[in-house]
């Protein structure tokens, strides 16, 4: 149920492969890789013939988030890639419901997510389609930023929608998790987290990706 998906925009690039094993190897359950187009959001960082490169090092689910305006075009090429969940922002210039069920007939989960700024309602004409709904938890765009609080209430109506229609969907946060916030974010009902930089920047990366996991557990769904 609960997920630690350690974001690689955090690792070094230089190194790729053996970050992705060390991941492995500290227990993480999904990797998230961050796809941005420097037009979408104002960073550049790769693509699908990168994520078919290191699909090889690892056989932890790769949990692709899409931060690019025209995500249609390249479905195929991240699935082919090895992508075994794509997130696209409703945000996008692309048809939504063309882009999901593109993804799913090639037999990859599907996701959408909202940056900050947008209500998680856009999300739920989609919601029977989809195995996981990201909810943004900083400007998307770089790692390191401050986590927003203000966003549990997205995560309280999405979990409310999902539970209330029977859904087997996932809810993940992305942005500032860390050891201080991720009890905030399972109270609300998350249950896959990203988290970039408190694993990559941790001495102790194992047991960083441990005490998430283990607060997460402890509070999900607790009430405040
Ligand atoms: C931000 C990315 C995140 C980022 C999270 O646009 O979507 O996945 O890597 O990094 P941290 O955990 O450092 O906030
Ligand atoms: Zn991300």
């Given at each position: 149920m609960i997920k630690i998906s350690p974001s690689i925009l955090s690792c070094d690039y230089g190194k790729m492969a053996e970050e992705l094993t060390c991941m492995e190897h500290c227990g993480a359950d999904y990797m998230h890789i961050d796809v941005m187009d420097g037009h979408f959001v104002p960073n550049i960082t790769l693509g699908a013939p990168v994520i078919r490169c290191i699909k090889k090092y690892t056989d932890v689910p790769f949990d692709v988030h899409l931060m690019i305006s025209e995500p249609l075009k390249y479905i195929d090429d991240f699935c082919d890639a090895g992508a075994d969940i794509i997130t696209v922002h409703t945000e996008c210039d692309s048809p939504l419901g063309e882009t999901v069920d593109k993804i799913l007939a090639r037999g990859v989960k599907a996701s959408l997510t909202v940056k900050p700024a947008t209500p998680v309602e856009e999300i739920f004409p989609y919601l029977d389609k989809l195995s996981m709904v990201l909810v943004m938890t900083?400007?998307?765009?770089?790692?390191g930023q401050s986590f927003m609080a203000d966003m549990m209430g997205k995560v309280t109506a999405l979990r409310q929608e999902i539970d209330r229609r029977g859904l087997d969907c996932d809810i993940e946060v992305d942005g500032g998790i860390s050891e201080k916030t991720v009890a905030v974010a399972a109270k609300a009902g998350a249950n896959v987290f990203v988290a970039g930089n408190a694993v990559f920047s941790s001495t102790d990366r194992a047991g960083t990706v441990r005490v998430l996991r283990e607060l997460a557990e402890k509070n999900y769904l607790k009430s405040l």
């Open positions: 900083v400007e998307p765009g770089f790692g």
